[in-house]
């Protein structure tokens, strides 16, 4: 015992001495000398690509995380998209068991639109729902609250690779949502980690995950509202917007008319016409699908999923379940 006492502290005692050493011979060539102004906002140092004054408008981005020049897509979402094949995105609404969402991952859509506007979803549990099975049929998508920086950035580090973006209404909204999905120099996304950058996510991909990022991501912005379709050629143009989505319902909440009526059609028309003027893709619900150059679809939830699955397995034998007459299961009298 006291062996292996003197052992552990004699290894202790190296650690510590590397550990110093190591400290002391780093170096910082290019530092400033302690205690003096170096003029660095005005003079470049020697050797900089960089020159003259500091200015970020003007500067030359680096090298650092430039994709590899024989890098292909990696996202099949994004490469889908980029063909102009049509997409399909099945909704997990409320589950938070990854078995539920694996199911729905592998059931032959696209990507999943994991609900994160209108349900109660925290991200822990979104999180751990994607690790569960990252490299499913369909990648995992999500579509945020709102477009700041806490939410989509939440989205991206733990693993989406499709971003939808409600009620976008301006263009400082569509830049907003642009700059926090993507990293530099295209967006502000910072480099924080998360589970994206994990070799069993995305971190393994061919050319690296913060590399290639930028290429493999989707943004949808949704056009909702009147003041939307009102600045939707504008949002259209913004880079980095994959596509912009009629929001079928919304569109009929927000101008008062049906579906099929003038003023509605003549809505979902101008979020068309902005689209394909800007060379963007056109995203819809499933039930537009044979409509002309709509390509990118929400499908339904997961229960509505299970209940067609059911139905369309069992066939006539589906919702055949004997009457009893007594107990919880028996059926109300019929009222005279």
Known sequence: MKRLFTAVALSAALGMTNFQATGQTQQFPLAAPA????????????GAVNQGPFDPAAWKYGPQFRPPADAKVWNPVKLKMMRGEKVTGGTVFSATDPSTYCAMANAGYDYIWTEMQHDQHDWGQVSRMWRTCPHAKAVPGVRVAY???????????????????PTVDTVEEAIAA??????????????????AFDPAVWGGVPGGYRATAND??????????????????????????????????????????????PDYERLINAVHDAAISAGKRLCGPFAWKDRPDFTCFQNSNETAA???????????????????????????????
């Open 216 to 261: 493999n991501i989707v943004l949808i912005l949704m056009i909702e509202t009147l003041e939307g379709v009102k600045n939707a050629r504008e949002i259209a143009a913004i880079p980095g917007v994959t596509a912009l989505m009629a929001a079928s319902g919304d569109l009929g909440n927000f101008s008062g008319y049906p579906q099929g009526s």
């Open 178 to 195: 642009r700059n926090w999905t993507y990293f530099p120099p295209l967006g502000r996304r910072s480099s924080g980690g998360g589970q």
């Open 35 to 46: 205690g003096k102004d170096t003029g660095a906002i005005k003079t470049p140092l020697a």
């Open 306 to 336: 299970i209940t067609r699955g059911v139905a369309a397995e069992l066939g006539p034998l589906a919702n055949t379940q004997a009457k009893v007459e007594v107990g919880p299961l028996a059926q109300p009298a019929p009222k005279p």
């Open 147 to 165: 477009a700041d920086e806490r939410e989509i950035q939440r989205a991206t580090d733990a693993g989406a690779l499709v971003i939808i973006v």
